[in-house]
């Protein structure tokens, strides 16, 4: 779907695309700014609303999206990655959850954040995340990209993600390689593009399981 005309009562037609039934649904590039919650439970598999302007409002406490496995909502307007967390704890199949090139930040006063445990692969790149990040993501998490946000340091103790295989770490402040107590079955790590001058022993005592360390462009 492709909105081009805005002039009409807004809820009205989103409640026609909230109710339809069918499985894939997309909308991009469309300033939408709102959608709203099924009105039943929702055959929906697949949601994509790429490139539009929708907030921290979207889906907050809707428990009819049971089916929902995939959800792309890149270059959008969310703020609050605690409120994203929320929204998804409703999703009761949610798998992967695309939340890149967003404005999304945490603090540690934002309260603790409730993911669906089903979740297993989060794009969080280029938003504008902090350390804090780390206190707030996905227990089950597989999958986790955080390039190109406003990483300096992966503090110990923060995360206990012990089914994180691949992290994506590109593009950020790190002055540290980071190392693997938090992440146990890591596998892959990407630290390209940091400020990072030395390797640390921490790291290949703490990570006998990485197979795959992507590092350049560091000043080492």
């Known amino acids: 779907v492709l909105i081009t005309d805005l002039y009409f009562l807004q ?3 989103y409640k026609i695309f909230a109710d339809m039934n069918i499985e894939a649904l997309t909308i991009t590039e469309s300033d939408m700014l709102h959608m709203l919650c099924p009105s039943s439970n ?13 907030t921290d409002l979207l889906f907050q406490k809707c428990d009819k999206l049971i089916r929902l496995e995939t959800l792309i909502l890149q270059k959008n307007k969310f703020e609050s990655l605690s409120k994203v ?5 409703y999703m009761k199949s949610l798998k992967y959850l695309d939340m890149s090139n967003n404005l999304l930040s945490h603090d540690a006063a934002d309260g603790q954040c409730q993911w669906a445990e089903s979740l297993t692969e989060l794009d969080l790149s280029s938003n504008q995340l902090m350390d804090a990040v780390f206190e707030c993501l996905p227990v ?10 406003q990483i300096n340091s992966v503090a110990r103790g923060t995360a206990e993600l012990k089914s994180l295989k691949e992290l994506n770490l590109a593009s950020n402040r790190l002055a540290d390689l980071p190392g693997c107590s938090g992440f146990p079955s890591l596998e892959f790590l990407n630290i390209e593009m940091n400020s990072i001058l030395t390797p640390s022993a921490d790291f290949f005592q703490s990570c006998p399981r990485v197979r795959e360390l992507q590092a350049g462009h560091n000043p080492f």
Do not use: A, G, V
């Open 11 to 13: 809820n009205d037609l």
């Open 85 to 89: 967390s929320s929204m998804t704890s």
């Open 140 to 149: 089950n998490i597989e999958k986790l990209d955080l390039q190109n946000n």
């Open 42 to 54: 929702s055959p929906f598999r697949y949601l994509n609303f790429l490139k539009n302007d929708l």
